[in-house]
Nanobody, 124 residues
C-alpha cells in the first residue's frame, strides 16, 4: 500500500520553528517530486515548497524562512520552518506532484498521493 504520512506539526509561538517530515511507505520518494501544501481555515490549499531531482521551489510567502530537503536513507522529505508567524497557521500536507504544477499554482490538482496532513498553529 502506497502511503505518505506527515509528522512534526504542533503549536509554536511567533518567531519559533518547526520541522515537518513526510515519510513514504510502499514506494521510494527519491523517484518523485514532492511538494508541501498548506490549507488555512476558509482558504484554498496552496503549494508552499517543492523538491525534485532538478529544482527546488518556494512560494514567495515562505521564501527565506522555509527549507525543503530529502533524506533518501529515511525515505523522507522534510520542511524546516523558521521565523513562523500566525499567517503560517494551517494544516500542512505533503504530496507527490510535479514541481512545475506547484509553481503554476496547480499542484493541488495534480497531486497523486497525499498524506492526511499535520496541523501547525502559530500563536502567542
Amino acid at each position: 500500500q502506497l502511503q505518505l504520512v506527515e509528522s512534526g506539526g504542533g503549536w509554536v509561538q511567533p518567531g519559533g520553528s518547526l520541522r515537518l517530515s513526510c515519510t513514504a511507505s510502499g514506494f521510494t520518494l527519491d523517484s518523485y517530486a514532492i511538494a508541501w501544501f498548506r490549507q488555512a481555515p476558509g482558504k484554498e490549499r496552496e503549494g508552499v515548497s517543492c523538491i525534485s531531482s532538478v529544482t527546488t521551489y518556494y512560494a514567495d510567502s515562505v521564501k527565506g524562512r522555509f527549507t525543503i530537503s530529502r533524506d533518501n536513507a529515511k525515505n523522507t522529505v522534510a520542511l524546516q520552518m523558521d521565523s513562523l508567524g500566525p499567517e503560517d497557521t494551517a494544516i500542512y500536507y505533503c504530496a507527490t506532484t510535479p514541481c512545475s504544477a506547484v509553481m503554476a499554482g496547480l499542484g493541488a490538482r495534480y497531486g497523486e498521493y497525499w498524506g492526511p496532513g499535520t496541523e501547525v498553529t502559530v500563536s502567542s
